[in-house]
């Protein structure tokens, strides 16, 4: 591609593009991962439904988990205005129910489920969380309300941003924020030693100021296809936690996700 991408704005993957790059060999395959952030959706230009996503997890590394992020995906067409997000947490258990029944592969996806509930209706939503923890079947975990704003028209603001002053500051999302590097005016995906030297930074910084026992790695699939593959993209991370002892990284990578997301 040659010209700049617009931050922030979500563009479906380019499958050709990502093959450009040569498969990796996996780093440290044995080395269990809960992923903490993907999304499913289907939406008029990209399908990533489970079949797509387990086609990438089948790439290689030890996915024994997942935790399912909102992502505006099939909201109730009718009824209460705050109530139709409680659809997307109903698709998404079900989704976790096929992935439960075994016949799918070992990986547990969905085991936890982050849906979305309008947190400034104040004392109304209450019904709503009601609502959304019946939906999970279990494994409704919380919710989450983004809210990153930006006047400019060149940042790309949350859906349901609504302006400035709402919420205090996380830090993440890089590859969609394009952090140092415009990956997709490339002629081929980063290595994964390339992205871990770009990240390396940020990342280790958080880890050091954190510790391994606050501190999960996600995917944030299939956003963050936009700038590299499954099995490079979790190289890379592991190239950023190879100075960790093997009990650091079996928090980082797994054991911190299933104790906070309290999953079995």
């Known amino acids: 591609m040659s010209r700049a991408t617009q931050f922030g704005r979500i563009h479906p993957p380019d499958e050709a593009w990502l093959a450009k790059r040569p498969p990796e060999a996996i780093l440290e395959p044995d080395l269990p991962i809960i992923d903490t952030h993907h999304h499913l959706w ?11 996503f387990l086609d990438d997890v089948r790439t290689g590394h030890n996915v024994v988990a997942t935790v399912f992020m909102e992502c505006h995906s099939m909201y109730r067409a009718g009824g209460p205005e705050e109530l139709r997000p409680v659809g997307e947490t109903e698709f998404v258990a079900g989704i976790a129910a096929m992935s439960e ?12 489920i982050v849906g979305f509930a309008d947190l400034t209706l104040g004392d109304r939503v209450e019904p709503v969380l009601e609502a959304l923890v019946r939906a999970g079947g279990g494994r ?10 930006d006047a400019s028209d060149v940042i790309g603001n949350s859906r349901t941003a ?19 590097f415009d990956y997709r005016t490339e002629p081929a995906p980063p290595t994964s030693a390339e992205l871990a030297a770009l990240w390396r930074p940020y990342i280790e910084t958080c880890i050091e100021l954190f510790g391994p026992d606050r501190c999960l790695f996600e995917s944030n699939f ?23 002892s093997i009990d ?17």
């Open 162 to 180: 609504s302006g400035p002053h709402l919420m205090v500051m996380k830090l993440g999302g890089m590859m969609m924020r394009q952090a140092s």
């Open 42 to 52: 289907e939406r008029p230009d990209h399908r990533y439904l489970l079949h797509e």
């Open 248 to 264: 650091e990284k079996r928090a980082m990578f797994a054991g911190t996700a299933r104790r906070v997301y309290r999953l079995n």
């Open 101 to 112: 029944s075994g016949q799918y592969g070992p990986t547990r996806v969905a085991a936890g």
């Open 140 to 149: 409704f975990r919380g919710v989450r309300h983004a809210a990153a704003w």
């Open 222 to 244: 299939p956003v963050d296809k936009m700038g590299i593959g499954w099995a490079a993209l979790w190289n890379a991370l592991k190239r950023i936690a190879a100075g960790a």
